[in-house]
C-alpha cells in the first residue's frame, strides 16, 4: 500500500514525521500558499500534501531515495524532484528573526557530517562534518537562526563572525560559551585576571540558559538527515534551516 497523508492515522504521522495531524496541516497549508503549484505543466506524480509528507519523511528518517520511493510508490527521480523544489520553501518558513531587543538569545555549534567533501573538513568528531550555528530564545526554545554550513574544523567563533554575524542585526542580550570569546557581538562568562572563568551565580544562570541551546540542538537533531547527510550543495542549509522551522511549528501548535 502506497504511503498517503490521506491514508495516515495520527498515531503513524507522528511516529513517521514527529508532527501530528494539526501541524501538518498548517504545514501544507503554509506551503501551499507559495503558489507552488501554480502555472500550466504535466500532472504531478504525486498531490501536494503527499509531497509535503515525502518532505518531513525524508529529513525525519534519512531513508535513501530508492528506500522513500518505494513507500510512496513512485521512482526516486521523482523523490529527487519533490525534495529538490520544496526543500529550499520549507527552510524559507524560518523567516527573519524577531526584531524585539529585550529577549534574550543562545548561541551555539554544532558538527553535522556531511558526505559532500567540498563543504567539510575533517573534525574534532573524527569525521568530515560541517560547522553549523543556532541561535534559539530560551524562553520557549524557539529557533531564531541558523547559519550556513563552514567545514567543521572552523572555531564557532569564526563561523558566527562570518555567517550570522554579518546576516543578523546587532543585538545586546545574545551570549555564548567560551568558544566565542574575543567576539564583540556575544556575552561570553566573566573571567578572573588569571583567565579562568569565574564561576560565580552569574556563571550559574548562564549555564542554565546554555543548557537550553544545547537541548534545542538536540531536539532538532532528532531529525536524522542532521546526523548523516548525504545530499549535496546547498542542501544541507536547507536541511538545517528547515528542520529549524518544523521545530517551531511543533512549538506553535500543540
Same mark, same amino acid.
Given at each position: ?13 507522528? =511516529? ?20 507552488? &503549484? ?18 518531513? @519523511? ?28 520544496? =526543500? ?10 524577531? =526584531?524585539?531587543?529585550?529577549? @534574550?538569545?543562545?548561541? &551555539? ?6 558526505? %559532500?567533501?567540498?563543504?567539510? $573538513? ?17 524562553? %520557549? ?28 542585526? &546587532? ?5 555564548? %560559551? ?21 564561576? &560565580? ?10 543548557? *537550553? =541551546? ?11 538527515? @542532521? ?6 550543495? %546547498? ?7 528547515? *528542520? $529549524? ?10
Amino acid at each position: 500500500m502506497r504511503l498517503s497523508l490521506v491514508r495516515c492515522k495520527n498515531v503513524e504521522l507522528r =511516529a513517521w514525521t514527529g508532527l501530528t495531524w494539526p501541524q501538518m496541516r498548517s504545514l501544507v497549508e503554509q506551503l501551499w500558499e507559495r503558489k507552488l &503549484d501554480a502555472g500550466h505543466g504535466r500532472n504531478r506524480a504525486l498531490p501536494f500534501p503527499d509531497r509535503v509528507l515525502l518532505l518531513v @519523511l525524508a529529513y525525519r528518517t534519512n531513508l535513501t531515495m530508492q528506500q522513500i520511493a518505494s513507500l510512496s510508490g513512485t521512482t526516486d527521480s521523482t523523490v529527487h524532484r519533490v525534495l529538490s523544489r520544496l =526543500a529550499p520553501h520549507l527552510a524559507e518558513l524560518l523567516g527573519p528573526p524577531p =526584531a524585539d531587543r529585550r529577549e @534574550l538569545r543562545v548561541v &551555539d555549534g554544532t558538527l553535522i557530517p556531511v558526505h %559532500d567533501q567540498s563543504r567539510t $573538513a575533517k573534525s574534532k568528531n573524527y569525521r568530515r562534518s560541517a560547522n553549523v550555528q543556532a541561535v534559539c530564545r530560551p524562553r %520557549d526554545r524557539r529557533v531564531v537562526a541558523v547559519s550556513d554550513a563552514w567545514p567543521g574544523n572552523r572555531n564557532d567563533v569564526v563561523v558566527y563572525r562570518e555567517t550570522l554575524g554579518r546576516s543578523l542585526p &546587532d543585538h545586546p542580550r545574545i551570549s555564548g %560559551d567560551g568558544g566565542y570569546r574575543g567576539c564583540d557581538q556575544i556575552r561570553t562568562p566573566r573571567r578572573g585576571p588569571d583567565g579562568r572563568i569565574v564561576k &560565580d551565580r552569574t556563571y550559574k544562570r548562564f549555564r542554565k540558559r546554555r543548557a *537550553v =541551546a544545547e537541548h534545542t540542538i538536540a531536539r532538532l537533531k532528532d531529525h536524522q538527515i @542532521l546526523r548523516q547527510c548525504r545530499r549535496r550543495g %546547498d542542501a544541507i542549509n536547507h536541511a538545517v534551516a528547515g *528542520v $529549524a522551522a518544523l521545530h517551531n511549528l511543533n512549538l506553535d501548535i500543540r
